[in-house]
């Protein structure tokens, strides 16, 4: 089964902290997310990377950064986190060719900005 | 562009009753279509999916048919379970991206 493990589930930061929010995939899949969830908006797309050192703007991307230095590993940086950035975080991975190919989800971070 | 409608809930069930929630899509191209489920705390799991036009995607008693004429991939099941409740999310797939529907829960009633 893929694998998709997301290094903290709860986190509490401070207003104006630098947050790193980490991912590691075990299947060698191409592509790698990063979402944010609230109640009532769904999912939305903060950065996507199709390969290493490769990344994408998605539809919310302020405010965050990413880095993709291996394959396996994608990382979410707040630069300054804000009580806006309180929120739950899933990292997902999926194989980048086929269009059936599925996208796969760690269970989540939650982050809590004071 | 790329969109998933899906419909408002909470959709509140008794056990054993039959549920529909409804999905529509707008893409560019030919996508694949998903039905994933959230369940309290976790991350997204797979529930389902359909590649092409006419497929149908089905597991665990759950359904839905890629219907191309009316852009619909409405999620059924006959006879839904107290463990059904959870949310569940309609998605496609154009090229290497996601396009996740607004999620609806559901909540089945003993």
């Known amino acids: 089964d893929v694998k998709v493990t997301q290094s903290s589930r709860y986190l509490v930061k401070r207003t104006g902290e630098k947050v790193f929010l980490e991912c590691v995939q075990d299947?060698?899949?191409?592509?790698m997310f990063w979402y944010r969830q609230d109640p009532g908006l769904g999912l939305r797309l903060i950065y996507f990377s199709y390969d290493v050192k490769m990344k994408e703007k998605g539809d919310i991307p302020e405010g965050y950064s990413v880095s993709r230095e291996k394959k396996e590993r994608f990382s979410l940086i707040l630069e300054s986190a804000s009580t806006n950035q309180t929120s739950m975080y899933l990292c997902a991975s999926s194989l980048g060719a086929g269009t059936g190919n599925t996208i796969y989800f760690g269970e989540g971070s939650w982050l809590t900005v004071v | 562009g790329n969109s998933v409608t899906q419909m408002e809930g909470p959709v509140t069930l008794s056990e054993e009753a039959f549920l529909t929630i409804n999905c529509t899509y707008t893409a560019t191209g030919y996508p694949s279509l998903f039905w994933y489920v959230q369940y309290p705390g976790e991350g997204l799991q797979l529930l389902l999916k359909?590649?092409?036009?006419?497929d149908k995607g089905s597991n665990k008693g759950f359904e839905a048919t890629y219907r191309k004429e009316t852009t619909s991939f409405h999620l059924e099941k006959g006879s839904v379970q107290v463990s059904d409740s959870a949310v569940y999310f309609c998605a496609l797939r154009s090229f290497n991206k996601f396009y996740f529907g607004s999620g609806t829960k559901l909540n089945v009633k003993p």
């Open positions: 299947m060698d899949h191409e592509n």
């Open positions: 359909a590649t092409k036009a006419d």
